[in-house]
């Protein structure tokens, strides 16, 4: 019998509010009473900018929130090791254990073998670079990459090999909850972080509550794995502050197993 792991933090993706700023975004995860954030890349912590990253980490510090992790938007294959750089740099003055990574820009199914290997091959390069300072590496889960699904996610886990290189997961637009379940079960041993949200149908988005069995089921997964999981709430229903709250209770509830 696996050892249960009660060590699942709710967090939350800066993203979630973006149109904020990081004062505001900390203020509002710490009254929700969330435990880390994954700071973006794309308006809180731009790569390469320092000094940004070090008061990002600041604030949440003295709210008691630490660094999940560094959301990047590097593109390994479109992007070369030297782009990493700026990136690694923010992650490093962020104090993120880890930084958020696309798996190229095509999806699987048009990957060509050369797109393929490219990827992999500046995976390897950055990956070493991270390691150096104390940084892993993981693959943003989604359409439009070569970790589109667990298939090709676990495939490209295995040509990377590389003990640095893990992968994040969410549930895959428009999946049943059983296919989700199938998918994330499927690349769950290199699972390092979820991305939490409640899209149905389609990219609908509905409140976490409404998808409280599939939520349920995956962190039942989470929790027996016994290794540490960041479950990050990404998005809310109209990009609505106000709504940030109850979808934290939901999420703090659903991390730590506690029934209603």
Do not use: K, N
Not at 49 to 54: F, K, L, P, T, V
Not at 119 to 148: I, K, M, N, P
Not at 249 to 258: D, K, S, Y
């Amino acid at each position: 019998m696996p050892v249960p792991d009660p060590d699942v933090s709710a967090g939350m993706c800066s993203v979630t509010l973006r149109q904020l700023p990081v004062r505001r975004v900390v203020e509002i995860a710490a009254s929700a009473g969330l435990a880390c954030i994954e700071w973006g890349a794309d308006v809180h912590v731009p790569p390469g900018d320092r000094s940004g990253a070090e008061q990002a980490s600041a604030l949440g510090l003295e709210a008691g929130i630490r660094v999940a992790s560094y959301g990047s938007y590097f593109r390994a294959g479109r992007d070369g090791p030297d782009d990493f750089a700026p990136v690694l740099a923010s992650a490093v003055a962020l104090g993120a254990p880890r930084i958020r990574i696309w798996a190229g820009d095509v999806g699987s199914a048009e990957a060509t073998p050369h797109q393929r290997r490219a990827v992999t091959a500046v995976v390897r390069s950055v990956a070493d670079r991270a390691v150096d300072v104390g940084v892993q590496l993981a693959f943003e889960f989604h359409g439009g990459t070569l970790a589109d699904t667990a298939e090709s996610a676990l495939r490209l886990l295995h040509d990377v090999d590389h003990e640095g290189v893990r992968t994040y997961w969410q549930p895959p637009v428009g999946a049943a909850d059983s296919d989700a379940l199938q998918s994330l079960e499927c690349v769950l041993p290199w699972v390092t972080a979820v991305h939490v949200f409640s899209w149905w149908p389609g990219v609908q988005r509905l409140p976490l509550q409404a998808r409280e069995p599939l939520w349920c089921s995956v962190f039942g997964l989470l929790r027996c794995s016994a290794r540490r999981h960041d479950a990050l709430l990404e998005f809310v229903r109209d990009d609505d502050p106000a709504r940030v709250a109850a979808d934290s209770a939901v999420l703090v509830r659903l991390a730590t197993g506690v029934t209603p």
